[in-house]
């Protein structure tokens, strides 16, 4: 299905769209400035503020999916969405608040994942989940983009001007949120989450939630002014936009699994590469890795989707990020240690190695042949279930 022709058929994922476009360019806006004080203490105190939050983050996001389940996802969105804006306001305050803004919002994004998981399969169809999906992942990527060259304005805005609008862009996703219809969820068993699904998502995402803290580092050891975070952003996120039209175009059912596994052994290539290579090839690889966590990350979230019904998703989701972020938050608090000793390359070039491994092995297993065969509707949630949930069609 052609992405935006998904755009013209659902008036409810229309809004949805909306909303995660100027979320993601309010978070990148705030995230990038953030980085730049934080980094201005020190690389290990950048790291050890996004490793701590990323372990209280992991803890609360499999109680977050169980409650996403059973609230009103809508309504639940709408009020962290608000909380997040007074939040971004605080280091206008005082910069010494930054920490505690960071931690907050960032928290609450964690909340936010399994409601969001939940929300936007109960508004598509089962024929566009691929191609929704997809769309998600490049309005995120032009969205960040967008947050990425906004933040370069930052010198010249100053921080209230620059926090007070990515705070009122962040206010506006409450609205767009709202008039997102979701009929009642059918009362059905829960059953239990699938553990075969679960595993290799949690290895790559684990993986993928750290990478962004030490390109960061990298780059910022090498050219230590603000621009340069925001150009990792932009260049990251152009490769990302390009995955996620790639993906969109061409994955199919059948080749989910193949396309995530190339993904993982391309990635530990670029990695690797980018441990090796002067800074004007960092940036060029920086796009290349965008694109491969572009397809990564489609693929795994796109099979979830197929596989898993919607009264699950929540948990499952919640199960996954949790234990995900949990083992990310473990590297990144030993990577604030070991970067002063070893400095920023050698641990970029051991994650690549290990996810070379983690590709070589999921290669080698083969096809999974787990108990939610694509073939059975009832271990994907039907059609007619889907539809039942959905109020976005016309």
Known sequence: MKLGKILGENRSFRFYWASISLSHISGIMFNVISAYI???????????????????????R??????????????????TRLSQAVLMLL?????????????????????NGPLSAGLVQSVMERRQVLGGTSLNSLTISISSVVGGLVSLSYPVLGITAFLSIASVMRLFTVFFIGNVRVKARKDEPKGRIPVSLIIYPILVFSFLDVIPVMMNSLVFVVSSVEPSLALVSLLTTLGNGMGAILTGERIRENSIEMWARTGSLLLGLVLVAISLSPLYLVYVLLVLRGILSSVQSISIRSDLRLRVSNNLMGRTWGLITTISSF??????LSYSFIVSVTGTRLPVLVLGLSLLTLGILMVYRGPSNGPSNRQDTKALGSEAGVREESSGKK
């Open 38 to 60: 934080l980094l201005l203490v020190s690389p290990s105190f950048y790291s050890l503020v996004v490793g701590v939050t990323m372990l209280v983050g992991a803890l609360i």
């Open 62 to 79: 499999l109680p977050s999916g169980y409650l996403s389940d059973s609230l009103d996802r809508r309504k639940a969105l709408m009020l």
């Open 91 to 111: 280091p206008i305050l005082s910069l010494k608040l930054t920490p505690f803004s960071y931690v907050g919002f960032n928290l609450l994004t964690s909340l």
């Open 327 to 332: 083992v990310a938050s473990v590297v990144a």
